[in-house]
């Protein structure tokens, strides 16, 4: 892939790296990084002098993004954790699952801009938009991330930790760090772009189906239109996943659009697991109430084998047999290098997964060989057709993988892990470009690719999302 990159992030210099900070910064090398490039950028963010964003004025010629997430313009007073204006909370209706974390999110337009909603499934967001999510865990932030989009096509990403009296976070490079009596894992650049690169404009949890849904709330789809921030406005704002016939479909598409489908596995050339075929989100355009039997996370699975040498035969979906169904069997699975989502997790979603084998179990068994549409068609089952398959009460034990979300695991999503799909994925692993974000040499490209103020120097890493 050439071309200019469409989304950047930082990495820490290496050593010896020379530090073109103020003292205050100088002290970590993470943020030695994140000081090197250039003033506040003319795109995408306030014009150095105007402030429109309120931000303390120790941020002014900051870098894009900052080094600390308070020069981000999400609050306007970090200790007492008071919102900018204009920012945004909102939550998707089905959020991702983080292992139980509890998760804040925010968005931030510029003022009189409105998203483009041309395309349903990829909104195109205005230069200057910003999006927040603010991980909480045994009551403490850990991390806030945010998406910024600086130009047309570009955007930029960072993670911020915060500190122990959680008056301030600074950006991180991701990995391991001590929390409470074990870690907590911050996701490294390469991660996120892994997910994030399920969508063109890398915004997974902001759009038609996921602000659309019941359980939705804050910035809905309904409050969007109705503040006019949407153009064209949808013809609905109320989305509805309809039935399959088991009467169970509706909260397993859901689950698996917001935890496979938007990320990894969907229509996006460029998503990661897009080569395996296997397309698990769903389409608003879809989403007025009729049956989901023909819906694609339907159609690519039941009764689908997959081509991959590690799971020889295996069927992504046996209607009526949870168990063998290789994609049940992975999402209720951690370790092992046999587990869904690959990366970010390493406790199943007990309730959610509950949710999958339901359905699953309630799809009527057909004959080995009757093609799949047959199945998603089936008349409803008698109501106690389930019951073999129902889950337990509680639903399966959750798995602890002390190691989860190392590095190794995180190869594991890119080539040769046993995703039901990956071997049948000739463009499973990172872009050719992406990979370069392991070093911090910077490629030729980033320095050109900025006028934004953020890529001018070796220190921004030149990870390639886009197309
Ligand atoms: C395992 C996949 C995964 C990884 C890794 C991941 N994200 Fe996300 N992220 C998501 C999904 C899915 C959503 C939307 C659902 C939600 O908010 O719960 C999301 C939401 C977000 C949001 C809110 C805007 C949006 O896209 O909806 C931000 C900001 C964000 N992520 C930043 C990051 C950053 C920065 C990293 C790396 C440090 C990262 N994420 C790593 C999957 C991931």
């Known amino acids: 892939m050439t071309g200019r990159p469409d989304s950047i992030r930082w990495t820490p210099p290496g050593p010896g790296a020379p530090a073109r900070c103020g003292p205050w910064l100088a002290a970590a090398a993470v943020l030695v990084a994140a000081c090197s490039s250039g003033p506040i950028a003319p795109d995408g963010q306030a014009p150095v002098g105007t402030n429109v964003e309120h931000l303390p004025a120790a941020c002014a010629g900051a870098p894009t993004p900052p080094s600390t997430l308070d020069c981000t313009g999400l609050y306007s007073d970090i200790v007492a954790k008071q919102l900018n204006p204009g920012v945004e ?11 139980g974390a509890d998760k804040d999110r925010w968005i931030r337009l510029p003022p009189g801009t409105t998203i483009d909603t041309s395309k349903p499934n990829e909104w195109v967001f205005p230069v200057g938009t910003k999006l927040w999510k603010q991980f909480v865990k045994d009551g403490r932030r850990v991390e806030t991330r945010l998406w910024q989009k600086v130009r047309d096509g570009f955007w930029v990403h960072a993670v911020y930790a915060w500190n122990d009296d959680q008056t301030a976070a600074t950006v991180s490079p991701g990995g391991d ?14 991660e996120c772009e892994k997910c994030h690169r399920g969508r063109t404009e890398h915004i997974l949890g902001f759009g038609q189906v996921e602000l659309g849904l019941p359980g939705a709330s804050g910035m809905t789809l309904a409050r969007m239109v109705a503040d006019g921030r949407l153009t064209p406005a ?33 229509a996006n050339s460029n998503s990661t697991g897009f080569g395996a075929g296997m397309n698990l989100s769903l389409d608003p ?103 073999p398959d129902a889950p337990e009460p509680d639903g399966p034990e959750p798995v602890v993988v002390a190691d989860a979300g190392s590095p190794g695991e995180v190869d594991a999503i890119s080539a040769d892990a046993p995703e039901p799909d990956a071997g049948e994925e000739p463009d499973a692993g990172p872009p050719p470009d992406a990979g370069a974000g392991q070093d911090d040499g910077g490629t030729a490209d980033d320095g050109g690719s900025g006028d934004d103020g953020g890529s001018d120097d070796g220190d921004v890493d030149g990870g390639v999302v886009g197309p």
């Not at 355009?285 to 009729?290: E, I, N, P, Q, Y």
């Open 285 to 387: 355009a879809d989403l007025d109430g009729r049956s989901s039997a023909a819906f694609a996370p339907l159609h690519t699975t039941v009764g689908v084998t997959v081509n991959t040498p590690a799971w020889n035969g295996r069927v992504r979906i046996i209607p009526g047999d949870p168990t063998r169904s290789l994609l049940y069997e992975l999402i209720s699975n951690r370790g092992m290098g046999k587990q869904m989502p690959p990366i970010a997790t390493s406790v199943v979603d007990v309730q959610h997964v509950a949710l999958v084998q339901t359905w699953i179990g309630r799809m009527t068994p057909v004959d080995a060989g009757a093609p799949p549409t047959e199945v998603a068609d089936a008349a409803p089952p008698p109501p106690d057709a389930a019951e």
């Open 89 to 99: 909370a909102y939550t998707p209706a089905v959020p991702l699952w983080s292992d």
């Open 234 to 266: 949808p013809p609905t704002t109320s989305l509805v996943i309809g039935d399959d016939g088991t009467g169970a479909a509706a909260p397993a598409l859901g689950w698996l659009h917001a935890n496979c489908g938007i990320t990894c596995h969907n």
């Open 177 to 190: 760090v001590p929390f409470g009596s074990g870690t907590y894992h911050i996701p490294t650049g390469d």
